[in-house]
């Protein structure tokens, strides 16, 4: 099994004409995602044309050649058409609240959103907007979601790892790759990058109780990073909820004192937010940290493996 997103999904992409929605889109299809329909109000009624060279667990599904996909002018036109229910947005960030909000106003069940820049205000109004009308929101700033040989939607590489025992949820993009190679002798059930934005949809504790209920995920991987509290606040529910082993990673323990980091939401206040608290917040609880990505693989391993 696997969480959220599974191979029966289909996918709408909001920019899919763009370059950056182009290229993904590509990739997305090439591992055998089912994109079935792009939004873009400017070419609505066309169809863009696909060059699809097939990767990753799924590439004996995959056809190669060129695959036509048709143009809507709104998400809920392209979910009327083609029954989608799952959208992917790689719009310009001033342009993504209008975006984001269509999809959810338009009912559909899982929104990711991979443009980074995003203001604040704007994730606030259309996390609240999803979270009123019960969508799930992955993102804004992240690589999206993978179950492998299943589905693929956002920027992750499909051939990287195969399918699973382990659940990975990760607020940094690179290191959801780097764990998902370091991985890929066992494999994974979902694979969630959520972002580092201050402002997110779907944080640690969905994607843990998520994985929790989920009877082919047998040990979690959370990747977190200095700044705020969302990691110690996971630790607060690992300890009242999950049942599994949990292996963490907490990005940062090398950061300079002082130093502004790459993500907004990487801000650390005080001893409040460092990666020692976090570590220390997560082993109280029983998951074992690891102070590296590799250290951090090979704990999962052993756990998994003995």
Known sequence: MAIFLDENDLIIV????????????????????K?????????????????????????????AGQVEVPVFGTVAEAKEATGADVSVVFVPPRFAKGAVLEAVDAGMRLVVVITEGIPVQDSVE??????????QLIGPNCP?????????VGITPADITGPGRIGLVSKSGTLTYQMMYELS???????????????????HIDALKAFEEDPDTELIVMIGEIGGDAEE????????????PVVGYVAGFTAPEGKTMGHAG??????SGTADAKKEALEAVGVRV??????????AREILLG
């Not at 259309?126 to 969508?135: I, L, M, S, T």
């Not at 990487?266 to 001893?271: E, K, L, R």
């Not at 690891?290 to 704990?299: H, I, M, Q």
């Open 144 to 152: 999206g979601i993978i179950s492998p040989a299943k589905s693929n």
């Open 35 to 63: 994109v079935v329909g792009g939004v873009n109000p400017r070419k609505a009624g066309q169809t863009q044309t696909f060059d699809i060279t097939p990767y990753g667990p799924m590439a004996d599904k995959v056809e």
């Open 185 to 203: 002798d066992i494999g994974f059930t979902t694979c969630i990058g959520i972002g580092g934005d201050p402002v997110i949809g779907t944080t």
């Open 290 to 299: 690891g102070k590296t990505p590799t250290e951090t693989a090979n704990l």
């Open 266 to 271: 990487a801000i650390v206040t005080g001893s």
């Open 126 to 135: 259309f996390r609240q907007a999803a979270e009123a009308k019960g969508v």
């Open 233 to 244: 606040r996971a630790a607060e529910y690992i300890k009242a909820n999950v049942t599994k």
């Open 14 to 33: 909001q920019g899919m004409t763009g370059s950056e929605g182009t290229k993904h889109t590509t990739r997305m299809l090439s591992s055998g995602t």
